[in-house]
């Protein structure tokens, strides 16, 4: 079993900064890719960042400049630093991460419950 958990979603004003959390646990042999994904009511779910096992990231357009991930292999979590927040950034944010359990299995993509960030005054 893995569970991937989210924590660090809530309310904030135009301007402000959150910071997201993600832990995942459970029978892990390694984990590749680890990211955060973003959906807003009436929208797919979109990328807004990820973060490989050696720290290569990927940002959406939208967030350049404002979000930062990093992770910590040692803990096996990954954060996300939401900064100069929007009002479009509001979503449900759910984190993921593919994850090799065994060692001659194939890695899949495990996600978590999603934490709402709400962006307004």
């Known amino acids: 079993q893995v569970r991937v958990v989210e924590s660090g979603g809530g309310l904030v004003q135009p301007g402000g900064s959150l910071r997201l959390s993600c832990v995942v646990s459970?029978?892990?042999?390694?984990?590749?890719?680890m990211g955060w994904y973003r959906q807003a009511p009436g929208k797919q779910r979109e990328l807004a960042a990820t973060i490989s096992s050696a720290g290569f990231t990927n940002y959406a357009d939208a967030v350049k400049g404002r979000f930062t991930i990093t992770r910590d292999n040692t803990r096996n979590m990954v954060i996300l630093q939401m900064n100069s927040l929007k009002p479009e950034d509001m979503a449900v944010y759910y984190c993921y991460a593919r994850v090799l359990v065994t060692p001659d299995g194939d890695s899949e993509d495990y996600w978590g419950q999603g934490t709402q960030v709400t962006v307004s005054s």
């Open positions: 459970g029978s892990i042999f390694n984990i590749f890719a």
